[in-house]
Structure formats: structure tokens, C-alpha cells
């Protein structure tokens, strides 16, 4: 509150005055841009350099507009732009923004419904997902489609049909249901696909139940019918600029009435979308529990492969050696240890005055005195060690790349060469790209 009189002398009150204004924190404290922040100043907390009002981002005016495009792009109206924002972020008068941007659009104007939805759910709730399931199948654009909505959840699921044959419909929903489980009930109308003794059959081997609406009960599918216009609407909408597929995720994750999306009531948790999320609000509460058994089945695995791990004996110069082909895991070709080059890989003298460089695992140290077969071309031996895949060894690691096969391979090879004129082979160095941060959006 602002006082237009101050109980002290001119002299001290003008004094005050020029100060104030010369006082930083005075003059944010004057602003009305902190003012808009008083109701909620308790829970605001700054996490990471980010302002957040308790897990929600709260955006700063630059990024508004942004965002404001964000919370629209399903063109979904304006009530579930407001849930669907409310939900991860904050500004003040963020409310008004979103009416103002919904009223705004254009392709919402044009697709505008003609009514609201006819009331449904003559269905008594189901107690969980996947109990109950509704489909139908519609036309759009020339082509045939296939819907099928959770009656708990709402959560639509939608494919394309080659054709409206049973064969085709139940090819779908076995996908559906893999995913979700088999419903107990399924709705569906009188379509000729649905009323075949095929899927009678389908209904009978997967253990659901098949309702279909009757006279008595015509309105019985009214779910996957409202489902159907949704799913028309998005379409339309999406059709010329945008991915259909990215407005059925928003979809999929906007809160309905009841405050939680169709994603967390099926899937029981919040479903990443175009919105910038807290990490909080995406973790099922029983992630830690996932992620304590995970960590301790590695512990586990570490354990085992320790137990059975054992290490193998140094080789000594002038050892015999047969060597391991990386390509086809035979040990055929044999050769002589010249000396250890770092901690268990060794250099190999092979005939034809080729050295190869190997690991200590791919080397198995040959019994006294028995040199009975003629090894192979040291040509052939080459390529298989430079054609080797990278096995994580130290010998793969500190080597410079090189490839046999292209001439500047074939000249590196030649600058490698020792004075004693033996070739110094290694297998090939597998280079990984460097991991990109997923970008956020
Ligand atoms: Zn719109």
C-alpha cells in the first residue's frame, strides 16, 4: 500500500524520497513486477537458477509467447490449455494469456464443434484401466481408421486400417491389447467387421466379452463415438501445419475435469509432452523402488563376474602363443611373445616378420614344443586383425584409428614401421560419436 502522507517533516520526507529512488532495493520493492509475485511468495523457491513456484517452472516474460504457442500447438480449448499449463508452469495472469491465445487461433475458429458433446456414460464407472474398452472405426481424409478408448481412463488408442475387415480390425485391437491388456469388456457397434463369427471367435481365444449397442441400449458405444469426434477434431486441425501425432500426445497428457490426464490414469504416471516438465512431476512414485533393484542386481552381476573372473598367468618373451581371431573366435594362428607393452597386452612376433598387438584374453599360451601347424599368410592374418571389432581393450584404446583398406590407411601403416622393419598391426579402433544432449523442448 502506498501512503499519500507520511507523518514527517517536508525537509526529511523529500530527503527520503531521492534516496529511495537511488536505492536498488527500494526501487524493486516499488515495482509492480515483484507486486505480481506477493500472493504466492511462499512457495517460490530458486532451484538450479530456475524460479519455481513449488514444481512448477515459473517462466520468465521472454519466454512467454514461446510457451504460450507451446500450450496451444493441440489446439485443444481453452479450459484444457489452462489444466495442461497449470499444471507445469507459472506466470502471473497466465490464465488470461492462455483465453486470449485460444480466442485468438485460427484454425480453432474454423473447426470450431457444433454443440457440446452429447451427455454419455450411461456405463457405470470401471474401477480400473483397461476393464473396460470402447472402439469404433471412422473415414477420414480417404482413409479408414480404428479407435479404441479406455472407459476408465479415456486414453484413446488410434491406428489406420488397410481395410474395415475383421481380419484387419483384429490384427489391431491383438496390438492394442499387448500393450494395455485384455480388456474384460469390449463395446463396439453393429459394423459387419465386429458382427462376424471371426471375431467371435477372436472374442472367445483372448477371453473378453463383446457388447454391441441394441435397440433397448443404442447409445451403449458412446464413448468411443465421442472418442472418434475428438480424434476427427485433432485431425482436421492438424492437417495442414502439424504432426497429428504430436496433438494425440497432448492430448493424451492434458488433465481432464478431474484434474489428471488420460496418461496418468492409465499409465499412472505424467507422460512428457512439448511443455518443459520438472523431473518431479514425471517420476512415478515408485520409480525409487525400480531403481533400487536395479542398482542392486548390477552390484549382483559385479559379484558374479568377479567370482568366475580369474587372471590369467603374464606371458614371458619367447612364450608360444596362439592368437584368437576376433572375427571368428578360432584360435588358428600362432606366433611368439616378444614383450609386454602395457598391463596385459603384449606385442606378437608372427612369421613373415609381422607384429600384432593383442590383448592377454585373446591370447592362450601354446604348449611346450608342439609347432605343428604352418600358419597362415601373414597378408590374410593382417586384414582379419585390422578388420577386429573394438573390444574395449587397452590396446584398443591407445592406438591412433587405422583402416588397412584406404590408401592412407596403407601409409600410416608404413610410417608405423619399426627400424627393425617389422609392421606394427592393431585392430581397428572403433570411434564413437560424442553422446548429444537430447534436446530439450
Ligand atoms: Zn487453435
Given amino acids: 500500500m502506498v501512503m499519500t502522507s507520511l507523518p514527517v517533516s517536508a525537509d526529511r520526507s523529500e530527503q527520503i524520497k531521492i534516496e529511495t529512488n537511488t536505492d536498488e532495493v527500494m526501487n524493486e520493492l516499488k515495482s509492480t513486477k515483484i507486486q505480481d509475485y506477493w500472493n504466492c511468495r511462499g512457495e517460490l523457491t530458486v532451484v538450479d537458477d530456475i524460479v519455481m513456484k513449488g514444481s512448477k517452472y515459473v517462466i520468465p516474460y521472454s519466454l512467454r509467447k514461446q510457451m504460450l504457442q507451446k500450450i496451444h500447438e493441440g489446439h485443444l480449448g481453452e479450459v484444457k490449455c489452462k ?62 481408421y480404428i479407435v479404441v478408448t479406455d472407459y476408465f481412463s479415456n486414453y484413446p488408442e488410434v ?22 491388456g485384455v480388456p474384460c469388456e469390449l463395446f463396439s457397434d453393429n459394423g459387419p467387421q465386429f458382427s462376424s463369427c ?14 454391441t449397442s441394441s435397440p433397448i441400449y443404442p447409445k451403449s458405444n458412446g464413448l468411443a463415438e465421442s472418442s472418434v469426434k475428438i480424434i476427427k ?19 493424451r497428457s492434458t488433465p481432464l475435469q478431474n ?37 542392486g542386481q548390477k552390484v549382483k552381476q559385479k559379484q558374479l563376474h568377479d567370482r568366475k573372473a580369474r587372471h590369467l598367468p603374464s606371458l614371458k618373451p619367447g612364450d608360444k602363443v596362439r592368437l584368437r581371431d576376433i572375427t571368428t573366435g578360432t584360435w588358428r594362428h600362432q606366433g611368439q611373445v616378444k614383450e609386454e607393452v602395457a598391463p596385459r597386452s603384449y606385442k606378437i ?46 590396446d584398443a584404446r591407445s592406438g591412433p584409428s587405422q583402416d588397412s583398406a584406404s590408401p592412407a590407411a596403407e601409409r600410416l601403416l608404413k610410417t608405423m614401421t619399426s627400424p627393425q622393419g617389422e609392421r606394427l598391426v592393431r585392430p581397428k579402433r572403433h570411434v564413437q560419436p560424442p553422446k548429444r544432449l537430447i534436446e530439450s523442448c
Avoid at 488397410?162 to 481380419?167: A, G, L, N, V
Avoid at 471371426?198 to 457388447?211: I, L, R, Y
Avoid at 485431425?235 to 502439424?242: G, I, L, N, V, Y
Fill in 83 to 144: 489444466r495442461r499449463a497449470r499444471e507445469v508452469m507459472y506466470w502471473p495472469r497466465i490464465n488470461q494469456d492462455i483465453s486470449q491465445t485460444t480466442a485468438s487461433c485460427e484454425q480453432c475458429r474454423i473447426y470450431r464443434p457444433k454443440q457440446q458433446a452429447e451427455p454419455l456414460l450411461a456405463h457405470p464407472a470401471p474401477h480400473r484401466p483397461y476393464y473396460k474398452v470402447g472402439t469404433d472405426l471412422f473415414d477420414f481424409d480417404g482413409k479408414s
Fill in 159 to 180: 491406428g489406420q486400417l488397410q481395410t474395415t475387415s475383421s481380419k484387419a480390425v483384429i490384427a489391431y485391437l491383438k496390438t492394442v491389447f499387448a500393450r494395455h
Fill in 198 to 211: 471371426e471375431f467371435a471367435t477372436f472374442a472367445k481365444e483372448w477371453g473378453f466379452q463383446h457388447s
Fill in 233 to 251: 477434431t485433432l485431425m482436421k486441425k492438424a492437417q495442414d501445419r502439424e504432426d497429428f501425432q504430436k496433438s494425440l500426445l497432448i492430448y
Fill in 259 to 295: 484434474g489428471m490426464s488420460p496418461a496418468q490414469m492409465l499409465m499412472g504416471r505424467r507422460i512428457r509432452s512439448n511443455l518443459p516438465v520438472n523431473e518431479d512431476l514425471l517420476t512415478p512414485k515408485t520409480a525409487h523402488k525400480v531403481k533400487e533393484a536395479k542398482d
Fill in 349 to 394: 612376433q608372427m612369421e613373415g616378420g609381422v607384429s600384432l598387438r593383442r590383448n592377454r584374453v585373446d591370447l592362450q599360451l601354446h604348449p611346450e614344443g608342439k609347432d605343428t601347424e604352418s600358419q597362415e599368410t601373414v597378408q590374410q592374418d593382417k586384414e582379419k586383425s585390422t578388420e577386429s571389432a573394438n573390444r574395449g581393450s587397452e
